[in-house]
């Protein structure tokens, strides 16, 4: 294990912890931008360049500013009163906990991981956009009506109603 | 080096962190970020095993990552927004008090 991944690891899953479980919940989306930038730094390790800019943009850029306009209108951000976990948080953590225990121990009873890592592969950008436009042109083009209908339906459910009987 | 195997452990420890925290908080808004939380562990297997692959010039795994990454942000768009027309509702988050369908 190198130290570079030890720490990114570390980050990664110290800011995870940390947004799920601060009380603050502008905390909360601030730690998430730090897990999600840890998640890209891993990304661009593997030498996966494209997916760990994306990474920066879609999910430090816009998801977690989605996250903060969310808190902001619907006033989450003031400190509640009383505990911001469920009654019946032992049984959330236990499921997650064996959750994480069922597959720690298949990763480690499982013989044909590889240990070794391939050289790297010349992922350039101009592949990924050549396979993009040649093989993968029907599933971009579902993914840009999925994101004009997610467009569209998300304004039409956020609008005000106004003229509501 | 590291091997594939603690890529997949980081990932499996996200996935738990994130399914915690989509069931213990109370707040709509941290479930969502716990299944955002559980997309990403599952989008650094894709990229971990696609790097550790036999064919790595496929990008399929690559490939899989931005498709994912697009439905994840259309997925978080709408919830937000559902969220926030449930806040005009029911003047609350807490979704332990949204309990009644209609009213």
Known sequence: MTAGFAILAL?????????????????????LAVAFAGLAAIYLQLSAQFVGFAQILVYVGAVAILIVFAILLTRSGEPVAGSVFSGSWIAGVGIAAAVFAVL?????????LARRI????QAAVRDIGDQMMSQYVLPL??????????LIGAVLIAMREKDRP | MTPLSGYLILSAMLFAIGLAGALIRRNAIMVLVGIEVMLNAANLNFIAFWRYGHNPQALTGVMFVIFSIAVAAAE???GLALIISIYRHYKTTDVEKINSMKG
């Open chain 1, 11 to 31: 980050l990664t899953v110290a800011s995870a912890v940390a947004a799920m479980t601060l009380r603050n919940l502008v905390h909360c989306a601030l730690a």
């Open chain 1, 141 to 150: 083009e579902v993914v840009g009506l999925l994101l004009t209908a997610a």
């Open chain 2, 76 to 78: 978080a768009a709408v």
């Open chain 1, 104 to 112: 720690t121990a298949m990763i480690r009873s499982s013989r044909g």
């Open chain 1, 118 to 121: 391939p050289e790297p592969p």
